[in-house]
């Protein structure tokens, strides 16, 4: 790894001085604000909001502003990397790289068969690449296991979605937080994580006092500190508190019975599910009293719109599922959904991990296509020519069940592309044991704690120096057009898949190459035909209707090429059996449902209430480690900082860890400001000094995960759990025990 000394000596001021401006997105969270870039001299010189850009108005976040300098970083990979004999990491030309991969591809394939391959890729690309990630991945290779980083992301967003609606698709758009009465930010920090879209609540509010905000997060957050109910809970009991407040709004009679009985079934078997969570128990549960229960019933069970968010302390707590679908289900025993200002709203975070799902770069099949339903892999296969037995290939598999496939031998080759997992990846060590043993490929602009495991290093283009699109938050599919030539010696992602496959010898049924397209807007035409008739169908999008309209949100056809603001507006939704993405899971076991069984629901177009149970977590703090560890985002860094560290100025906002921790503990512990501590859980340590700050409850520490080891160990997933939600398999990252020890 290379030390901070690489970081640029002054940044240069993003200026009007420029050549040109060029069509943009930002690349840095799912908000997908349009901007332009700057460009003097075939260099990005600076970078600006687009006026008008419905979703972001000319607005940018810190980190937006200052993405383009790490482009410029002079550590910077300009030629792949091959590991040698010594074990270092040796420049290598493009031709001796890929020979040797396709060669390691190739005895893969010949020792393993497909599924001892993975590509483990990411959120953070194009829908080009993902779409071209699918392919390459099913028909090119044959195996099932495409994973990436979205699957500690928004994995659970998917399959909140799928239980309750038969697909995937957030039903509301940003839009609607402009009509709601009641927003509810559940486990949601906009004001660190998503600043525009914060702003644009705030902004509101303080204009006309709407809307009510209610925020659950167990720490009182910049978020919380403007709320108008803060439900601050015990981590992991996200369940407990929405089954009680349900439970709550059923008995006051709150519900629209009309609506329920046209549009869903199954609201028996959910209220069953809920019964033993008086208000009593659920404060008993949660640690908030009665009282908070009560008015938040009351809010949620009479505001006659709602607009209800969630994000990591949802999807990274246990009941991940469990507890996103008891939004929806509080939704729809309401019938707000499909309304203008109502909807379930489960986030992205990535600017483009809804996007690797709707294309089928993560496992799933391209366009909201049903595993289980041999009609949807036949008419793909049609769409691709090839034989339809080789999408019969088995259910997605999570990054974690993939780390215990390679610890057993049956994964030997790992292609990560556009991710940091040695940072991301929860129990450090575990998953850096694991993937020493794998052949590794990473593609990566810098050297990572990834690459230390690497065998090759491939160096890509960077945002601004590729053409292609994104899907945000709000189902947005927003153009990036290309502003610079890329430094010599880069190859994009694209264009590294289409060789990939190329070199491999990929063909269709009639012997041409399996990836006939060069370009990402011949790609993104191609993709266009496979979505055609699918829920995410975007056959009537072109690029420059894409760059003329500020993006468009799916599904756009040729007949509604403007798009679609909300979904589910005529109260159908795509549960029927033919056209589902899926006949759903248990919520329990995590168990792949029949079609026998999905058929005897016989949902047919109405949405499905799903029973909600609370596990709590798999660890709690008992004698030897007393505390929860709480982990997180700061406002001023990009995940795992390859991004932001290298503007100067970020960087000196945050340039370390630290842990913070309640004045009460810290008293307890004779433990004051920035004294350095050890964090210790059943599975690491590190140490790091102490940020004292009661917005912190007492019992509880939270440590932000941006670091690795790039500048002195300092990983929080050195201790996190590698637990996951049996029904979306994504991890626990917000609960794990830990002990705190001072360091004299
Ligand atoms: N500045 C910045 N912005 C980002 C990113 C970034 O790296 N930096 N990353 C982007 C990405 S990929 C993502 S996924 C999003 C994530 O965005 P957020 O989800 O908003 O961010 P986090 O800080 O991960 O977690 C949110 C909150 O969950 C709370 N939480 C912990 N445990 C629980 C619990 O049991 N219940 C509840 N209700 N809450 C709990 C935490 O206290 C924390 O405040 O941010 C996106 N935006
Ligand atoms: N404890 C804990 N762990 C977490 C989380 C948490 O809240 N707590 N959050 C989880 C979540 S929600 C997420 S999204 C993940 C994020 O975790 P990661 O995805 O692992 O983090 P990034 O830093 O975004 O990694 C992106 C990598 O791609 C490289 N890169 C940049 N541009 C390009 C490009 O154009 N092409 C290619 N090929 N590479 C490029 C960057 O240098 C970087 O190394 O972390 C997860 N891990
Ligand atoms: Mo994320």
Known sequence: MTGKENIPDANVEANENVDHWVHSTCNLCSIGCGCEIGVKDDKIVGIKGEVSHSINMGKLDPKAKDQWYANYSKDRLLTPMVRNENGELEKATWEEAMDLMVEQAKKTLKNKGPDGFSIYSTGQGFLEDFYTIAKVGRAGIGTHLLDANTRLCTATTEWCLLQSFGSDGVPASFEDFDHAETVMLFGHNPAETGTVLFDRIMERKNRTGKPYLIVVDPRETASAKEADLHLSLKPGTNAALLNGIIRQIISDGNIDRDYISRNTIEFNSMRNSIEEWTLAKTSAMTGIPEEQLTLA?????ETPSLVSTTLQ?????????????????LHLMRGLIGKPGCGPFHMAGQPSSSGNRTVGGVGTYPGNRNPANPDHLNEMAELWNIDAEKLEIGPEKGIMKQIEMIENDKISFFWNIHTNPLVSLPNRQRAKKALEKAFVVVQDPFLTETTEVADIVLPPAMWG????????????????????EPPEGVKSDFEILVEFSNRMGFKDKDGNPLIQYTTPEEAFEEWKKVSKGRPSDMSGMTYELLEKEKGIRWPATEDKPEGTTRLYEDQTFPTNIDYCQSFGKDPITGRPKTKAEFQQKNADGRAIFQPTYYFGSPEMPQDEYPFWLNTGRLLWHWHTRTKTAR????EEKAPRAYVEMNEDDAYSLRINQDDLVRVTSPRGEIQLPVHVDNRINQGEVFIPFHYGNWDGEQSANEMTMDVVDPVSHQPILKQAVCKVEKIS
């Open 647 to 650: 503007s100067k100025k970020l």
């Open 313 to 329: 302390g949802a999807f990274q707590s246990s009941d991940a599922t469990t507890a996103c679908v008891a939004i929806n289900n």
């Open 465 to 484: 120096e590729k053409e292609g699109t994104m899907e945000n938050a709000d189902r947005t599919i927003n153009l990036l057009r290309k502003a610079v």
């Open 297 to 301: 019933a009351k809010v949620l069970g």
